[in-house]
């Protein structure tokens, strides 16, 4: 029995995307093709590896099995084009990446011409949202994703360090006083993201939960940033958002003696499956670079630290 590995990996990515449309144009197939050439996958191993239903494809028992045997397959073939050359095994491919639209358009977005330099067999789908994306259902490859992660089925590999600190405007300090201790937090107008009205600290007794409130409260992060630049109250931000305008002055940091007690991180995010391709291996690593173990906003906002 002789198999097409190039429909063997198609196969393997109908099962990341459980759908086949979708699977069949990142290999520039179109819907009849791709359908035509898992049939005759299933006609070769006298099996029916897929169900299809109303909303996507999804394996059989007998689908299961060949998919791990599918995945060894592939991972044998790109260690075999890797021995006998970098340029043979070179990333390529539509890669389909989602990721929160303020942290995308300020530290992703200027790193993808440089990616796209260093890789030029691979081509973005790059997706602004802030919404929690369905890798699955949407047919997206790689999630970067800033906090931390629901429980999920998903694998996830940490970009980069994301260290949190509350500021204000001197203005704002000026004019309502500095607090002393988070307790202190409930005499100030304090700038809520979503509903996260519970900030948690470090302190010499323990963790201490702090119910804060104000009279702004947006879905939207650069909202609270303009907020508090303006001197409307004390944000609760990440460095990556603000540290430029702390090593500037513009914002001071808050309650420095007191860290935030949830530590939070910005990661990659991917379907959970044995055989990751090269282009989303390759996006991972060189954002990991870019943004290195001690991330460069970091160290341009050492005065919140």
Same mark, same amino acid.
């Given at each position: 029995?002789?198999?097409?590995?190039?429909?063997?990996?198609?196969?393997?990515?109908?099962?990341?995307?459980?759908?086949?449309?979708?699977?069949?144009?990142?290999?520039?197939?179109?819907?009849?093709? $791709?359908?035509?050439?898992? *049939?005759?996958?299933?006609? &070769? /191993?006298? =099996? @029916?590896? %897929?169900?299809?239903? #109303? +909303?996507?494809?999804?394996?059989?028992?007998?689908?299961?099995?060949?998919?791990?045997?599918?995945?060894?397959?592939?991972?044998?073939?790109?260690?075999?084009?890797?021995?006998?050359?970098?340029?043979?095994?070179?990333?390529?491919?539509?890669?389909?990446?989602?990721?929160?639209?303020?942290?995308?358009?300020?530290?992703?977005?200027?790193?993808?011409?440089?990616?796209?330099?260093?890789?030029?067999?691979?081509?973005?789908?790059?997706?602004?949202?802030?919404?929690?994306?369905?890798?699955?259902?949407?047919?997206?490859?790689? $999630?970067?994703?800033?906090? *931390?992660?629901?429980?999920? &089925? /998903?694998? =996830? @590999?940490? %970009?980069?360090?994301? #260290? +949190?600190?509350?500021?204000?405007?001197?203005?704002?300090?000026?004019?309502?006083?500095?607090?002393?201790?988070?307790?202190?937090?409930?005499?100030?107008?304090?700038?809520?993201?979503?509903?996260?009205?519970?900030?948690?600290?470090?302190?010499?007794?323990?963790?201490?939960?702090?119910?804060?409130?104000?009279?702004?409260?947006?879905?939207?992060?650069?909202?609270?940033?303009?907020?508090?630049?303006?001197?409307?109250?004390?944000?609760?931000?990440?460095?990556?958002?603000?540290?430029?305008?702390?090593?500037?002055?513009?914002?001071?940091?808050?309650?420095? *003696?007191?860290?935030?007690?949830?530590?939070? =991180?910005?990661?990659?995010?991917?379907?959970? +499956?044995?055989?990751?391709?090269?282009?989303?291996?390759?996006?991972?690593?060189?954002?990991?670079?870019?943004?290195?173990?001690?991330?460069?906003?970091?160290?341009?906002?050492?005065?919140?630290?």
């Amino acid at each position: 029995m002789s198999l097409d590995l190039d429909t063997v990996a198609l196969f393997v990515r109908v099962a990341a995307l459980g759908n086949v449309s979708a699977a069949g144009r990142e290999r520039g197939l179109s819907p009849a093709t $791709a359908s035509t050439r898992l *049939a005759q996958l299933e006609a &070769t /191993l006298g =099996a @029916r590896l %897929l169900h299809r239903t #109303t +909303r996507r494809v999804v394996l059989t028992q007998e689908g299961e099995v060949f998919l791990v045997q599918a995945q060894a397959l592939l991972a044998a073939q790109a260690q075999a084009l890797a021995s006998v050359g970098q340029g043979l095994a070179a990333p390529q491919g539509r890669l389909r990446v989602s990721c929160s639209s303020s942290f995308g358009r300020q530290h992703v977005s200027p790193a993808l011409p440089a990616f796209l330099e260093r890789y030029p067999g691979i081509s973005l789908d790059f997706r602004l949202t802030d919404r929690i994306v369905d890798l699955l259902e949407e047919g997206v490859d790689l $999630a970067i994703r800033v906090g *931390a992660l629901r429980d999920s &089925t /998903l694998v =996830a @590999r940490k %970009l980069a360090a994301n #260290t +949190r600190t509350l500021c204000a405007s001197a203005a704002y300090l000026a004019a309502h006083g500095t607090p002393k201790h988070p307790g202190d937090l409930a005499g100030h107008e304090c700038l809520i993201l979503g509903d996260q009205r519970d900030w948690r600290f470090v302190t010499p007794g323990g963790t201490l939960n702090v119910r804060v409130s104000g009279r702004l409260a947006s879905d939207n992060g650069e909202v609270l940033r303009d907020a508090v630049l303006a001197g409307v109250g004390i944000a609760l931000k990440s460095t990556w958002d603000v540290g430029a305008h702390l090593q500037r002055g513009d914002l001071v940091p808050v309650l420095p *003696a007191y860290p935030l007690a949830e530590e939070v =991180a910005i990661w990659a995010v991917y379907p959970s +499956r044995t055989f990751v391709p090269p282009k989303t291996h390759a996006l991972i690593e060189f954002l990991q670079a870019r943004f290195g173990p001690v991330p460069y906003w970091d160290v341009a906002a050492a005065v919140a630290r």
